[in-house]
């Protein structure tokens, strides 16, 4: 698909006659005929297109290190314990109940339980979390890929924003922590729901049961404690606006490392 949309921009700017017109034409038509661009797209061919959209548009990857390189002691930020009764009586409960909503501007709204997370083919990596606050730590991270849970919901066109809505209450209780990430983050190849660091089930402490692992984004990005994802056309609607609990606060929303 690049190839065509690549050649057709070069038609465009070498601005050839009559004969490259009705070519351009046909080339259109091909184009609108193509799996990817109809409307309703099937989880594979979403998955698909994702994977294209990342290679096309050449993100960076995050470094990925040795093992020897990880941080004996990760440290923990923000929330370290959400302060919530219902989210306590999960976590007693090793989170047999939890279920992660996947819904919004999606073809098919699901919701996961852990088990179901903990199933799906699973990225480990090796990767640096850098806090504004300026202090890094290196861990291992074991999850499957958001894209993937995303191609089991498949997403509409008009999902421009992935929205992730947390248990911890903050500013005593009158916000919840939450964030939002845009689709070519979502698809990016490292971006991960990580259940497990270091190889042992998430602890409370790092975001139970799932969080949120970005590789080029910094730390207040990757919600933990993710209980509700939400697929939108605009963040504006959610919080005070600015698309995370501390975007509200001043940070900026694209925080690339
Ligand atoms: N739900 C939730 N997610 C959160 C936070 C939080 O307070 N609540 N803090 C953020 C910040 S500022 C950082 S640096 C990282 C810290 O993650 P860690 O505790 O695993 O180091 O989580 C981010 N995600
Ligand atoms: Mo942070």
């Excluded at 989880?43 to 960076?60: F, G, H, I, M, P």
């Excluded at 923990?76 to 989210?87: C, M, Q, V």
Aim: glycine content about 8%; charged content about 20%.
């Amino acid at each position: 698909m690049s190839n065509i949309i690549s050649t057709r921009r070069r038609r465009l700017i070498l601005g050839l006659g009559a004969g490259a017109g009705s070519l351009l034409l046909a080339g259109c038509d091909q184009l609108s005929n193509l799996p990817q661009t109809r409307r309703v797209l099937s989880s594979e061919q979403w998955l698909t297109r994702a994977v294209q959209d990342t290679l096309v548009s050449r993100d960076a990857l995050a470094p990925e290190f040795p093992r020897a390189d990880i941080a004996p002691v990760f440290r923990a930020n923000g929330t370290t314990d959400p302060d919530n009764p219902k989210y306590q009586a999960m976590a007693r409960d090793g989170f047999r109940d939890w279920q992660l909503r996947v819904d919004g501007l999606v073809e098919n709204p699901k919701s996961f339980s852990l088990q179901e997370i903990r199933s799906m083919p699973a990225q480990t990596q090796i990767t640096r979390q850098d806090c504004v606050e300026g202090w890094s730590c290196i861990g291992q991270w074991t999850g499957p890929l958001l894209r993937d849970v995303l191609a089991r919901v498949i997403p509409k066109p008009s999902a421009r924003y992935v929205m992730f809505f947390c248990a911890d209450p903050m500013d005593d209780g009158r916000d919840y922590y939450y964030e939002s990430i845009d689709m070519r983050t979502a698809v990016h190849p490292q971006t991960l729901l990580a259940y497990a660091l270091n190889g042992e089930a998430l602890p409370i402490a790092y975001g139970a049961p799932v969080r949120l692992r970005l590789g080029l984004q910094l730390g207040y990005k990757m919600a933990k404690y993710v209980m509700h994802i939400q697929l939108v056309s605009s963040y504006r609607p959610f919080g005070r606006g600015h698309g995370g609990y501390w975007e509200d606060q001043g940070y900026t929303w694209y925080a690339g490392i």
